[in-house]
């Protein structure tokens, strides 16, 4: 089992920043893709972003540019910056692990239980 636990979000207002973390802890792999996803209101979760264990990264095109993930290997930890924040990014943020395609939610097995980013006009 692997558990994924997700800090840092909280309430901004719109263009300001915020920095999100994931901790894995357990059965942890390097084979495992992690990714970021989110989820508003009356909305399908939606893929953000995912990065390997060697640091490559995958970016749907709504945040390129905007959101930066990245990793600390040695901590189990996964990162996800976010620039320019706009009131159309509140949502729940959820990290997850799984191996496969990086961009289907169905590549991911292990789910953390998301933290609220609310960004205010």
């Known amino acids: 089992q692997v558990q994924l636990r997700e800090s840092g979000g909280g309430l901004v207002q719109a263009g300001d920043s915020l920095r999100l973390s994931c901790a894995g802890s357990g059965r942890t792999s390097r084979s495992y893709a992690m990714g970021w996803f989110r989820q508003a209101p009356g909305k399908e979760r939606e893929f953000l972003a995912g990065?390997?264990?060697?640091?490559?990264?995958y970016y749907t095109d709504s945040v390129k540019g905007r959101f930066t993930i990245s990793r600390e290997n040695i901590k189990n930890t996964v990162y996800l910056q976010m620039n320019s924040l706009e009131p159309e990014d509140t949502a729940i943020y959820y990290c997850a692990a799984g191996v496969g395609d990086y961009y289907s939610s169905l590549t991911y097995h292990y789910w953390g239980q998301g933290t609220q980013v609310t960004v205010s006009s």
């Open positions: 990065i390997s264990w060697s640091k490559t990264t």
